[in-house]
Structure formats: structure tokens, C-alpha cells
């Protein structure tokens, strides 16, 4: 009967799902900082509240298209700690805060993309869509770090 | 731990760090009682520390140790190198057994008797044990009998004093802190020299107590120990505050009143204190990071059977701890380097006249908020051959490297890895693994290192690192809409480079290069480096250059803007960024933006390629400099800038054009005819006119070269001005009509060479003599001129007689010689500086003087400075 809470929020078309917990706050990027030679799912380096917070572009983490270049392609990030670091995901859109039972979760389907199925724990069915629970650890630690060293 | 341990190991710890200090003061000067009484004290403090808290062996060690200083102290014993290290090597295994402590909380199983023995051996009086340092290694790793901790065979029950203070008996040699304490004040040396009055010497020392007292006093009352976390936190938050105060102070600069202006300004100065005074709870004197060397290096000089002595200076010089810590360890191998390789063995010193003492000399200071420390050694100096061979074997550089590289450049190579120079290993240093480790963790810190050496005289190693390193100035540039901070540190200097500018970036291939100062300096792009995209706009659009150096690398980076100079914080970079070697950290600006700090390091690589294409190009551009230097070098006299004109005909006829003011066009209708010949009006005053040849124009714009000579002014009409050549003067001929020098080909063509002050002297007469008044009536000067050149021959010779001096002319040294022998006698000798130099002449004043104007002599085509020379020469030899 164990439930917990999770945010909902969308990258492209999908919905995700992260335990409240796990989530710091949720900011509105500002002045970001590009970061030159750094690997494409590095959106940048930004000051929140005087702490300096790398972006991560979950649109490019998970070979999703970029986001078009629309006025307000800022977009919303979600504030998270990983290893001691300040970590922002560049999102799409937030979304409800919902209540879901641990029992309900299932496993990734088999056929998921690999780079999918490594940051989901697992999938809900919701009434009229699926929400995938990411594993923001996984998310944060990059595609194999072999982005980055290509990248150095 | 335990606190009242942890307490213990701090103290005792920074206790023995002193006494390994004082002790090594005290071997070299027996006679100074403050430094036996600091040590004695120290040594016995620990020794009944340990007894309090029940540390037995670390008690009869420090016992042991006791009563040998005791009898040093009572005038018992000799103060000898060996009884010394007998000492330091018992404060070597207290350290052993503290770490052990340290570690596990318990002292190691294990006694030792056979220090202990030692000790008091030597405190019976008898000589040391030839193999003075015991190892120490096996206290901890022997396998003993924990059982048999028995640490005072020597101590039977009741025999000794009991001692009120201590609150149990006294060991045999061992005497109550009273008695102590009155042998502090009343301490008599029996070695005193007999010539001093006793009375002067014990008041003395009594002072020298008294002081340490007064000293000691108010330490422990005023200083309190603060964990390094909760400081480490401290520097943190005003980091964030001085961040903030930074927006704030931005927001204010962009409204315009404010009532938060006021108080706004009053948090801005207490930031800016608050900052500095936590920066200083981070300080430490670097004398902290010194205080073992005087150990090592008197170890190593026993080793090493040479004779050092180290003086330090600045002492006091404060820098951040977690810069010290970070040098501590390339100060230690820098100094058992110099003692290892710098200082000579003292034969050789004897041999080379020199002192048989070495000295390495240690020395730190502030230097625009850095701190330069200096490893000096009065040592050989490096040999500067050896290395260009050692380098060579060894791969560092290639043949031709080693002949273009300067003497600094070759000493440097010590830096490079894999490179030792000692002859032979020993087992401090040689090993190959050296100086470029030293090197590698300063700039790590991002400092600097270089050295200076003279053969035969010693080399010192100068180490620039930052005051601290959680704030630094960094310069501000800007590429496209990228910001980036720069260490200021490696930054030297900014050039502006385009179209407009002295400065112009030019290509070899497709590696741009900047001429600066004689040197061509390899650039790179930011942008390039980075891989940023720009815009192909127009290459020539103008851009900043900001040279800098790295370790030996010396490049110019191009960015679009400079933006200014910041005191930034740094901040680390995520580990998800931490990998790339082009930056080194990030900061907010006051603006609240987060920009990238460059690594000049990191950058330096992405430079290395360019330059090593830059290089062979300077090796080709050295080679041809070194060509036409020595081409040079020949023509040197001859060469010279001639002014070529027509007048009077078609050919061309040419004048030096040092001789020239100006050149000019003048309406000819302005010409007025006077009794004296035709003027015009030039600048405020009457300028006579001469035809360099042909006639005067008398309407349409004459042209006119303008000469002047002090407040006389005269113009010479030509036909028309040709060009401006440089060009070595060859005379053909040299017998010409009047008004001309010789013939001489200049481009290809036969070109008359006029004579100035002739056609001069026709329009203002005066021209000549009038500049320099010369008593003609007088004795008239005798001037020797020696000029090989006929041109300056011919030129210089009637100048100077039209001026009203005698003179004789010789065309080279062999021929004023031969003048001067037959018995000819002369007030001044003009010589050439770029011949073989004359420069005394009995009886004369001699004048060096030079076609070259960037020479220190007097130019030859320079006419007023060449009679101004004279006159003066002239003054000179009368008032002698």
C-alpha cells in the first residue's frame, strides 16, 4: 500500500514522472551560459540563487529533436542535486503532482531504445497516457561519460 | 579520538617541529642559551605530558633525550654534530610512535632500549656510535614481544627525589621542575668566553628569559584553534556574499536614485572587510611550510659530506593555507635539489675560491599580489653545455633547436621531463624524476617557475604563485557572445591588431602570426579553439590580442573584446565538465552571469601545434636575420637614406635625407625678390631661396626641399622630388663640378650626389659660419677627420672648414696614424663609431660619430650636432 508522489512533466511528447523527493525546485532558466566544446546534452552553466548550476538538455540526453526556436523556447528546468552538484534538466513543460501507488509500476518494455530504458525505472499507465519514471541519477550521469570525454 | 590525545598529538607535534628547528640553530651556535633553554623546555613539557596522560614509551624516550640536553645545558658535554643527531634522531621516533598514536590510538608495541642506551652512553660522557642515525623503520614493523614493556630498567623504586610538582619520584638525571625553573634564571654558562665580565652574561641571559616569557605570555591567551572546516565554510559564505553584494551592487549602478544607495555602499565596505579578514584567518606564515628544511639540509649536508648553511628571510610572508600546502612539498625537493646538485662538494669550493660553507638561500615576498619565493644556491650554476648535451641525448631537443636556443632558454630545459643533470644518482635526487614534477605542481596552483643561473656562481629558482586561490583577478574577453575570464597571471600584455593599427596580423599558410618587438608570436583564435562558429565576416575587422605566457610557451590569443579586469571567485566546475582541459573553473560576475575561467594551460596545448610551425619559420627567419645582420654588419657605413630629386635636367640628383626638414610646395607667385635673392615668406619669417639647379619657377607651385639649422631657414627649388631611397652609396666618381659631391648609382641609375652646404651658402652666406661662432682670428682648431667613406669625406671635411677649423682629412686609421706619428697635433679627432674604433688620441679630444642615427654618436648628416660636438670637444680640451 506503499504510494508515492511524483511531478509530472513533459520533454517532447512524452510524460515523465520524478519522485518529489528527488526534486530541489523548479526554475525558469535565466541567462544561460553556453558552454563551448562541451558535449551537446550540456545545455550550459547558469547562476541560481548564486550557486552555479549545470544545465542538462533532456531533449538531447534522450536523441530527442531540439526544441524549436520559439520565443519562449526558455523552457523550465527542474532543479536537482546529484553527487554534491547543482544540476538543472531543461524540460518542456511541468505538469500535476500526482499520487501512485508502487504496486501499479511496471517494468520497461523490453523493446524500449537503450538509452530509454537505462534512465526509467519503470512505466504507469495513466488514464489516457504513459508516464515513465525517470532515474534522474542516471539521467545526470550522462550517456556513458563517452560524450564528454569525445567532448574534452 | 580521545580529546585530551588529539590535543596532545596537536601540540606535541607543532612542539617538535620547533625543536627540530632550534636544535639545528643550536649545533650551529653551542653558545646560545635561549635556544638550549626553549629547546629544554619544549622537550620537557612533552616528556610530562606523556606522563600525565600515560604514554610510557614516549616518556622515557623524551626522559632520555632530557638528560642529554641536561648535560649540554650544564656545560657536562660538548655540543657535537654526532650527540646532535643522537637527539634528532630520538625527536625522529617520538614522531614515529605520535604517528602511530595518530593512527591507532595506542602507542606501538615495541620499546627502545637501544635509543635509549645511546642516549645515555653519550649523557655518561662516552663517544657516539660511529652510524650516528639509527633506522627507524623497525620499531613498528619488528615483530617484539608486546609482553615486555618495561620502560624504566633504569628507575628502581624510591631511589630518586620526589618531586612535588610531578606528584611521583624523580628518575635518576632527572631534576624537579623547581630546580628547573631556577636553573632557567640562574644559568651560568661555564662556557662563556673568560674575557666577558660573568655579571654582563648572566643579567643577559636573564633577559633573553624574560623576554621569551614576556613573548610567550599573551599567545596563549589571544588565540584560540579553530577547526579548518569551519574556516574552509567561512570562505564559502563570504564568497557568495561578496558574489551578492556584487549584483546588488550592479542594480544600483543601472537606477538611478535609490534610497538603498546608503546602506547599500555601508554593506558593500563591510563585504569588502569581512572578506579580508577571513582571507587573513586562511594565512599562514610561510615560515610554517619552512620548518623543516633547515633539518633536511642538514641531514643532506651530512650525507652528502658537504658544508651548507641556510638562511631564510621572510619568514613572515603570509599566503593562504591551502597554497602552502600545496609548495610544501616542491620547496622541500627544491632545497634537497640545491643541495644535492647546486652547492659543490667543498674541495671543490676550496678550488674555485670560494668559502667552504655553501649557501642556499631561501627568501619569500609580496609582489603585487603574489608571493615570490627564491631557492638561491651559491653553488656551480648550471652548465649550460652539459644540458644542451644532455638534452640532445636525451631527446628533449633536436640539433638546430640547440643551436638557436639562448643560454635561458637551454637552462630551462631542467624543467622538462625525464631530465636529471647529476652526474651520478644518489639517493636524493637524480633519479630523473625532478624539477619538471616541482614544476608541474606550481603551476598546478597556477603559478609560475623560472630560473637564473651564472656558471660558477650559483642558480636561483623563482617560484610566483597567487596569494591565494579561491580568488583571483582574471580579465574579462569577449568572442562573439561568449564572455570568458583569463588568469591575469599568465596574461603579459594587449595588443590591438588592424587595419589601422601598428599592429597587423598576418599569415603563414594558414597560421596566423603577429609581429611584436622584433619576435613573431604565434595566435590562435578563441573562437578556434573552442570551436566556435564565426561569421565570415571580413578578416581585417580589428581585433585584441592578449599575449600571454605559459611555463615557456608564449602565445597571443585573438578575441573580439576586452572587457575589464575582475577579482573573481572560483568556483569549481561539475564533474560533468571537469574533464575539459580549457577551463579550470567558473564565476559569477557582478552581473549574475556564469562565464567559463579559460585554463591558459589548456589553451597553451591547443597552441602547441601553431607553434611548432612558427618555430621552423623562426629558425628560417633567424638564420635570415643573422644573413643580413652580418650583411648588414659591411654595409653599414654606406647605407643611407637618399632623397631623390630632378633640378636642373633630367637626370636624377640625390642629398641625404637626414639633411632634409621638410619637404614643400609653395606657390610661386609668393616669391619676392630681394637685394639678396629671391625669399619667401615660410612660417612667419623671410626664407632665402637657391636653385638646386635649374631656374627658380616664378609661377605654378615650386617644389622645395627646406633646410634648417637653427634659426636659419633655406629652401632649395628643385624640379620635381622622385623618390626615397635606401641604398648602399657607391661613387663612381668623385671629381665633379663644384656644388657636387660624386656620382653614385642609386636604382639602378647614375645619380649626382649634391653638395648642400654649397648651393646653401649661395642664397643665406651666413649659412656656414653663422651657426657656430668660431674665433677665426684666434689660433684656428686643428680637427683630424678620419672617414674611409668618400662620400662623408667629401661631405664633412668642407663643412667643417667652411665652420672655420683647420682641417685634415685621412681615410683610415692607418694613415691619421701615420699623421699623428710624424708629429702632427690636433684639438679634436672625428672618428668613425662603426670602424675600428680610435678612441684616444694624446692631446685631442676625439669625437665618434656614425652614419647610423640609433647609434650613441654623434650623426655624421646631422650638421648643427656635428659642429655643436665640436665645440663642446673644444671646451673640453682647454678646460683640461
Request: hydrophobic letters at 40%.
Given at each position: 500500500m506503499s504510494t508515492q508522489e511524483y511531478v509530472t512533466f513533459r520533454i517532447c511528447d512524452q510524460l515523465f514522472g520524478l519522485s518529489?523527493?528527488?526534486?530541489?525546485d523548479v526554475f525558469r532558466p535565466a541567462k544561460m551560459t553556453p558552454v563551448p566544446l562541451?558535449?551537446?546534452?550540456?545545455?550550459g552553466v547558469l547562476n541560481l540563487r548564486g550557486r552555479i548550476v549545470t544545465a542538462i538538455d533532456a531533449r538531447s540526453r534522450l536523441s530527442l529533436p531540439p526544441r524549436?526556436?520559439?520565443?519562449?523556447?526558455?523552457g523550465l528546468a527542474i532543479g536537482v542535486e546529484h553527487a554534491g552538484e547543482s544540476f538543472g534538466m531543461i524540460i518542456d513543460e511541468i505538469g500535476d503532482v500526482v499520487r501512485l501507488d508502487d504496486a501499479d509500476m511496471e517494468q520497461n518494455?523490453?523493446?524500449?531504445d537503450a538509452t530509454w530504458s537505462s534512465v526509467s525505472r519503470g512505466v504507469y499507465r495513466l488514464g489516457d497516457r504513459l508516464l515513465v519514471i525517470m532515474d534522474i541519477d542516471r539521467m545526470l550521469a550522462g550517456a556513458g561519460g563517452a560524450d564528454t570525454a569525445a567532448a574534452a | 579520538m580521545d580529546d585530551l590525545l588529539s590535543e596532545f598529538l596537536t601540540e606535541t607535534a607543532e612542539s617538535l617541529d620547533v625543536v627540530d628547528v632550534e636544535l639545528v640553530r643550536f649545533e650551529s651556535n653551542p653558545g646560545d642559551k635561549a635556544t638550549l633553554n626553549n629547546i629544554f623546555r619544549l622537550v620537557h613539557t612533552i616528556k610530562g605530558t606523556c606522563g600525565f596522560i600515560g604514554l610510557p614509551r614516549l616518556e622515557s624516550i623524551a626522559h632520555a633525550g632530557e638528560t642529554l640536553l641536561g648535560k649540554f645545558r650544564d656545560g657536562a658535554l660538548p655540543v657535537t654534530p654526532a650527540s646532535v643527531t643522537l637527539v634528532l634522531a630520538s625527536i625522529d621516533r617520538i614522531k614515529l610512535i605520535l604517528a602511530h598514536l595518530a593512527a591507532e590510538q595506542v602507542e606501538p608495541p615495541g620499546d627502545d632500549r637501544d635509543l635509549i642506551a645511546q642516549l645515555e652512553r653519550v649523557s655518561q660522557g662516552e663517544a657516539v656510535a660511529?652510524?650516528?642515525?639509527?633506522?627507524?623503520?623497525?620499531?613498528?614493523s619488528a615483530p617484539v614481544?608486546?609482553?615486555?614493556?618495561?620502560?624504566?630498567?633504569?628507575a628502581p623504586e624510591g631511589e630518586g627525589r620526589w618531586d612535588a610538582d610531578q606528584g611521583r619520584f624523580l628518575r635518576p638525571g632527572e631534576v624537579s621542575l623547581a630546580d628547573l625553573e631556577a636553573a632557567f634564571m640562574n644559568t651560568e654558562g661555564p662556557?662563556?668566553?673568560?674575557?666577558?665580565?660573568v655579571v654582563a652574561t648572566v643579567s643577559a641571559v636573564a633577559a633573553v628569559v624574560e623576554h621569551d616569557d614576556e613573548k610567550k605570555g599573551p599567545i596563549g591567551v589571544n588565540t584560540i584553534r579553530v577547526n579548518v572546516d569551519v574556516l574552509e565554510s567561512l570562505m564559502t559564505m563570504v564568497s557568495e556574499l561578496v558574489l551578492t553584494r556584487n549584483q546588488l551592487m550592479q542594480i544600483l549602478r543601472n537606477?538611478?536614485?535609490?534610497?538603498f544607495k546608503a546602506p547599500l555602499q555601508r554593506l558593500s565596505g563591510v563585504t569588502a572587510e569581512l572578506q579580508e579578514a577571513v582571507m587573513k584567518t586562511r594565512m599562514q606564515p610561510i615560515g610554517s611550510a619552512w620548518k623543516k628544511l633547515p633539518r633536511i639540509v642538514r641531514d643532506a649536508s651530512q650525507d652528502l659530506g658537504k658544508k651548507i648553511d641556510l638562511q631564510m628571510e621572510g619568514e613572515n610572508t603570509e599566503l593562504d593555507r591551502q597554497v602552502l600546502e600545496l609548495i610544501k612539498d616542491p620547496l622541500t625537493h627544491m632545497i634537497r635539489n640545491s643541495c644535492d646538485h647546486g652547492v659543490e662538494t667543498t674541495e671543490q669550493r676550496i678550488a674555485a675560491g670560494k668559502s667552504e660553507t655553501g649557501v642556499i638561500k631561501l627568501r619569500a615576498y609580496h609582489e603585487g599580489g603574489h608571493i615570490i619565493i627564491e631557492v638561491g644556491d651559491?653553488?656551480?650554476?648550471?652548465?649550460t653545455d652539459r644540458i644542451r648535451q644532455k638534452a640532445l641525448e636525451k631527446g628533449v631537443i633536436d640539433a638546430t633547436e640547440a643551436m638557436a636556443m639562448t643560454d635561458a632558454q637551454i637552462h630551462r630545459l631542467?624543467?622538462?621531463?625525464?631530465?636529471?643533470?647529476?652526474a651520478k644518482v644518489t639517493n636524493m635526487s637524480g633519479?630523473?624524476?625532478g624539477m619538471d614534477v616541482v614544476k608541474t605542481n606550481v603551476e598546478q596552483i597556477g603559478g609560475t617557475i623560472d630560473l637564473r643561473s651564472t656558471f660558477g656562481a650559483g642558480s636561483t629558482f623563482i617560484i610566483k604563485i597567487p596569494l591565494t586561490l579561491a580568488i583571483i583577478s582574471a580579465l574579462i574577453v569577449g568572442v562573439e557572445d561568449h564572455r570568458f575570464a583569463l588568469?591575469?597571471?599568465?596574461?603579459i600584455e594587449l595588443v590591438r591588431a588592424g587595419k589601422r593599427s601598428e599592429h597587423r596580423i598576418e599569415m603563414i599558410n594558414t597560421t596566423r602570426v603577429l609581429r611584436l618587438r622584433d619576435r613573431l608570436l604565434p595566435l590562435v583564435a578563441l573562437s578556434d579553439v573552442l570551436g566556435l562558429m564565426v561569421d565570415d565576416?571580413?578578416?581585417?575587422r580589428s581585433a585584441c590580442i592578449v599575449v600571454m605566457q605559459v611555463g615557456e610557451t608564449r602565445f597571443g590569443l585573438i578575441v573580439d573584446e576586452v572587457f575589464d579586469t575582475e577579482e573573481i571567485v572560483v568556483k569549481p566546475l561539475s564533474k560533468r565538465l571537469?574533464?575539459?582541459?580549457?577551463?579550470s573553473g567558473a564565476t559569477i560576475l557582478g552581473d549574475g552571469a556564469v562565464i567559463m575561467i579559460l585554463d591558459p594551460n589548456g589553451i597553451s596545448r591547443s597552441v602547441a601545434n601553431v607553434e611548432r610551425t612558427v618555430n621552423r619559420m623562426l629558425d628560417e627567419q633567424t638564420r635570415a636575420a643573422a644573413a643580413a645582420a652580418a650583411k648588414a654588419a659591411q654595409e653599414t657605413q654606406t647605407r643611407i637614406s637618399m632623397l631623390l630629386f630632378t633640378a636642373g635636367g633630367t637626370e636624377p640628383r640625390a642629398c641625404p635625407l637626414?639633411?632634409?626638414t621638410r619637404l614643400e610646395e609653395i606657390d610661386a607667385s609668393t616669391f619676392e625678390m630681394t637685394s639678396r635673392g629671391l625669399v619667401v615668406q615660410y612660417r612667419g619669417r623671410l626664407m632665402p631661396l637657391a636653385s638646386g639647379g635649374g631656374a627658380i619657377r616664378r609661377e605654378g607651385r615650386q617644389p622645395m626641399l627646406v633646410f634648417s639649422q637653427g634659426t636659419l631657414v633655406v629652401g632649395l627649388a628643385v624640379d620635381s622630388i622622385l623618390d626615397i631611397v635606401e641604398d648602399v652609396?657607391?661613387?663612381?666618381?668623385?671629381?665633379?663640378?663644384?656644388?657636387?659631391l660624386g656620382t653614385a648609382v642609386l636604382k639602378g641609375r647614375s645619380t649626382e650626389i649634391i653638395d648642400v652646404s654649397h648651393y646653401l651658402s649661395q642664397a643665406e652666406?651666413?649659412?656656414?659660419?653663422a651657426a657656430v661662432q668660431v674665433?677665426?682670428?684666434?689660433n684656428r682648431k686643428r680637427i683630424l677627420l678620419i672617414e674611409a667613406h668618400p662620400f662623408f669625406r667629401n661631405l664633412l671635411a668642407p663643412m667643417v672648414s667652411a665652420a672655420g677649423y683647420d682641417v685634415t682629412v685621412a681615410s683610415g686609421l692607418e694613415e691619421a696614424r701615420a699623421r699623428l706619428a710624424a708629429g702632427a697635433t690636433f684639438d679634436v679627432v672625428l672618428a668613425?663609431?662603426?670602424?675600428?674604433?680610435?678612441t684616444e688620441v694624446e692631446g685631442a679630444q676625439v669625437i665618434q660619430m656614425s652614419?647610423?642615427?640609433?647609434?650613441d654618436a654623434v650623426p655624421k648628416s646631422d650638421r648643427h650636432a656635428l659642429l655643436d660636438a665640436i665645440q663642446r670637444a673644444i671646451h673640453r680640451g682647454e678646460a683640461a
Open positions: 518529489v523527493i528527488e526534486i530541489h562541451s558535449g551537446s546534452e550540456i545545455a524549436e526556436k520559439t520565443s519562449n523556447s526558455q518494455p523490453v523493446n524500449l | 660511529p652510524t650516528p642515525r639509527p633506522a627507524p623503520a623497525p620499531v613498528i614481544v608486546v609482553a615486555e614493556i618495561a620502560p624504566e630498567p633504569e662556557e662563556v668566553e673568560e674575557a666577558k665580565p537606477s538611478a536614485d535609490s534610497e651559491d653553488g656551480a650554476g648550471l652548465n631542467v624543467f622538462a621531463p625525464g631530465f636529471s643533470t647529476a633519479r630523473g624524476v588568469p591575469q597571471l599568465s596574461v565576416g571580413p578578416d581585417d571537469g574533464s575539459m582541459s580549457e577551463y637626414s639633411l632634409v652609396l657607391d661613387f663612381q666618381l668623385t671629381d665633379q663640378a663644384s656644388g657636387v652666406p651666413g649659412w656656414a659660419a674665433d677665426v682670428r684666434a668613425d663609431a662603426d670602424g675600428a674604433a680610435l652614419s647610423r642615427r640609433d647609434v
